[in-house]
């Protein structure tokens, strides 16, 4: 085996089985009573994509000066969609803030927490 698809299969059996599945994925779901799916985790599909050569999995971006590990994926939706989408640069996903850096909780901790408050505690 090529030294990527040995990181990749172990990857899959410690991190994927253990983390994503258990924390982000099934256990959480089935708590809620959902049945989610996970994208791209078809037996024919992975089993496929596994015998790909690993110059098709990663793939170094000169441009950006970073690795593209959906390159695949990204070359696969090219046709359909369209050059402003495709050249757009990778937003990620987070969920949304509880605490607002601008919000409530800051404007409180900026009036508590000053240096001169700071100082009064005598240990710094």
Known sequence: WHTLLSALYIWSKAALA???LTF????????HSVEGRQLFLGLR???YVMGLPPS?????????NSFNE???LKEAIKPFVTEEL??????????P???????LVRKMFDRQITRENVEALGFL
């Open 18 to 20: 253990n983390r994503f």
């Open 24 to 31: 982000l994925g099934d256990r959480v779901e089935m708590a």
């Open 45 to 47: 599909l992975t089993e």
């Open 56 to 64: 098709m999995k990663f793939h170094y971006g000169p441009t950006t």
């Open 70 to 72: 959906k390159w695949i």
């Open 86 to 95: 495709y050249s757009r640069k990778k937003n990620s996903f987070a969920a």
């Open 97 to 103: 803030v509880k605490y607002r850096h601008d919000g």
